[in-house]
T-cell receptor, first 113, second 114 residues
């Protein structure tokens, strides 16, 4: 059974600081997804990481994937208040369920002025 | 394109009542799925479908039924609502196959069972 674990679950950081969210998954997966969710809203796709060593960047967010370590990271550079949200990573179940996603518990990020 | 739409946005049920959550997509996606989101637990897969007439169970299927008669629609039925089914329900769709296809999520239905 695929398990996806994120840490930290809660993150409070000052504007301008850097931080990293970690996503570990328990079985082999060839891709990893990152989503953002604002309070009371739906999920918005941020990144799809497709191979070992993949790195993608969008603004102040950079995501990477290490399939050998079964680890993905979401790095936040010089945080701003607009980045306050909950971030989820998800990996596809590799067999039997048409590659539906298993989600981590989410990291609730609060950026303080 | 409207994308993935869900109705209703909010619903309050009494224990034992039944209801159907509606989900529709206009992107001609073969794959559709239902997730529930509870505080601190991320999203968990309830049921999914890989095409009209084909459905399967996810991680937490008990107490829910689905059917898929058309490509566009994928309703979720609660047979006899229980307080444990209080949650936010999201429908999602994506293209078929093993490509890096993005899942598109609907706006969600907030269900409270008293």
């Amino acid at each position: 059974e695929l398990k996806v674990e994120q840490n930290p679950l809660f993150l409070s950081m000052q504007e301008g600081k850097n931080y990293t969210i970690y996503c570990n998954y328990s079985t082999t997966s060839d891709r990893l997804y990152w989503y953002r969710q604002d309070p009371g809203k739906s999920l918005e796709s941020l990144f799809v990481l497709l191979s070992n060593g993949a790195v993608k960047q969008e603004g102040r967010l950079m995501a990477s994937l290490d399939t050998k370590a079964r680890l993905s990271t979401l790095h936040i550079t010089a945080a701003v208040h607009d980045l306050s949200a909950t971030y989820f990573c998800a990996a596809p179940i590799s067999s039997g369920s048409a590659r539906q996603l298993t989600f981590g518990s989410g990291t609730q990020l609060t950026v303080l002025p | 394109n409207a994308g993935v739409t869900q109705t209703p946005k909010f619903q309050v049920l009494k224990t034992g009542q039944s209801m159907t959550l509606q989900c529709a997509q206009d992107m001609n996606h073969e794959y559709m799925s239902w997730y529930r989101q509870d505080p601190g637990m991320g999203l968990r897969l309830i049921h999914y479908s890989v095409g009209a007439g084909i459905t399967d169970q996810g991680e937490v299927p008990n107490g829910y039924n689905v059917s898929r008669s058309t490509t566009e629609d994928f309703p979720l039925r609660l047979l006899s609502a229980a307080p444990s089914q209080t949650s936010v329900y999201f429908c999602a769709s994506r293209e078929a196959g093993t490509g890096p296809y993005e899942q598109y999520f609907g706006p969600g239905t907030r269900l409270t069972v008293t």
